[in-house]
């Protein structure tokens, strides 16, 4: 069944990440200065984490707050969504997260030129610049993602109420630890609505393949192990 008011939620929802979120990077340079910092990434892994706690808590009951093509794609391959209403999700994902990096860009004109919105230019020094590393690095955040959103949402018995805190805690902890390495996308939409303001599009296949793929194996794991079972003792 189609539901355009749940694409359109899926577009609030994705703009209020991709608003929150770079914009709490913008923040942390302006206030931190341009090297990474333990304040920085806190407070980076906070605006993310937090956008998406509360998108989920505001959302959740309406499209199921996916904000992620990298969600959507797993729930259409398991049958948790339609094919129709999956493609509308991620269209009107993409749209939200373009319309975020335009605010981002029209309101903080200065400061946002001064860093690239979506912290995502490819893998670091750290993984000595290795576009594998880097890839494996987003393939498994995202797995990890999408293995909480199978196992919290998605799954029959688990505790309700909870959707929220652990969705955003774990991209809280993806972020912790994954800003210094590759930017912490896991978010296709989260990439694109920023490479399409900022003009840069350098490694950005990466943080398309390497979420939807991680995404898929977790969401098609859980599904079949997990969460059909739970489905039967329903």
């Known amino acids: 069944m189609v ?11 994705t703009y209020g990440l991709v608003f929150f979120g770079p914009l709490s990077v913008i923040l942390a ?15 980076i892994a906070l605006g993310h984490g937090g956008a998406i706690a509360l998108m989920v808590y505001a959302f959740g009951h309406v499209s199921g707050a996916h904000i992620n093509p990298a969600v959507t794609i797993p729930m259409i391959i398991t049958k948790k969504i339609g094919v129709t209403d999956g493609i509308g999700y991620i269209i009107f994902q993409l749209i939200g997260a373009l319309a975020a990096a335009g605010t981002l860009r029209a309101i903080l004109p200065e400061l946002g030129a001064k860093v690239n919105f979506a912290t995502q230019g490819g893998p670091s020094d750290l993984l000595n610049n290795s576009v594998s590393s880097g890839f494996a690095v987003e393939a498994i955040l995202t797995f990890f993602l999408v293995l909480v959103i199978f196992m919290t949402a998605v799954h029959k018995k688990a505790s309700p109420g909870l959707h929220g805190l652990t969705i955003g805690g774990m991209v809280f902890l993806i972020h912790l630890v994954a800003v210094p390495l590759t930017g ?7 990439t694109f609505g920023p490479a399409v303001i900022s003009g840069f599009w350098e490694f950005h296949w990466l943080y398309w393949a390497a979420p939807i793929l991680g995404g898929i194996i977790a969401g098609v ?9 739970a489905e039967k003792e329903a």
Not at 38 to 43: A, G, I, Y
Not at 184 to 190: F, L
């Open 3 to 13: 539901n355009p008011r749940a694409w359109l939620a899926e577009a609030i929802a």
């Open 221 to 229: 794991l859980m599904n079949y192990i997990y969460v059909k079972q």
């Open 184 to 190: 912490a996308s896991v978010n296709p939409a989260r």
């Open 29 to 43: 340079v302006a206030s931190f200065g341009e090297d990474l910092t333990t304040q920085s990434v806190l407070f």
